[in-house]
């Protein structure tokens, strides 16, 4: 029996359920994307400005294939994933990413944190980025500029934010999504 054969396949009336609510809520992460891009560029321009910094909302098909692909983790995907608002700070030296990290941890709710780096051996070479799930504190709203408009759109929200370094999105652009995000098993034994 194949993989794929045992692999839980979605509802198509819950999925297109899901894919309309989050066609709804798109608008509200593109306004937070739009918000974290510019917060995470204040916090850079002054002690790292040339950081380059990214921020999007998950599109609406990327969410229906993730949807698909992880239906057997996600039964609401549009209330339990929270990747979808993301960001992305990207800086030359472990010492910036040590900075950024620090001003994540000081300015959002971190829901959770993920350094990848700590998956990996130290003989080993693979994806280190640092990953935060994060919310918007209320009480740094006006420090951070984010307005009531805001706000009201994005609500207790989560976004994903990776910092890493430019070495490490090297690696990460080239093969995250060939290892990651592909349908092929790959061994990372040597036989």
């Not at 989560?158 to 349908?183: C, F, P």
């Amino acid at each position: 029996k194949s993989d794929m054969a045992d692999k839980k396949k979605p509802d198509p009336q819950e999925l297109k359920k899901q894919i309309n609510a989050y066609t709804a809520e798109f608008p509200r992460y593109r306004t937070y994307a739009e918000t974290l891009k510019r917060v995470l560029e204040k916090a850079c321009k002054t002690s790292i400005p040339e950081a380059f910094i990214q921020a999007r909302p998950k599109s609406v098909s990327s969410f229906s294939g993730k949807a698909v692909r992880r239906c057997d983790r996600f039964s609401d995907p549009v209330n339990q994933m929270d990747d979808l608002c993301g960001g992305r700070v990207i800086v030359q030296t472990t010492d910036q990413v040590n900075a950024i990290r620090r001003f994540i941890e000081t300015n959002f709710e971190v829901v959770e944190q993920e350094d990848k780096g700590l998956l990996l051996g130290e003989q080993e070479f693979g994806y280190r980025d640092m990953h935060y799930i994060v919310r918007l504190c209320p009480e740094r709203d006006k420090a951070l500029g984010i307005s009531r408009e805001e706000r009201r759109a994005i609500g207790n929200r989560m976004a994903e934010i990776q910092v890493r370094t430019w070495g490490q999105h090297a690696w990460a652009d080239t093969l995250h999504d060939r290892i990651y995000k592909n349908s092929l098993k790959i061994s990372f034994e040597a036989k």
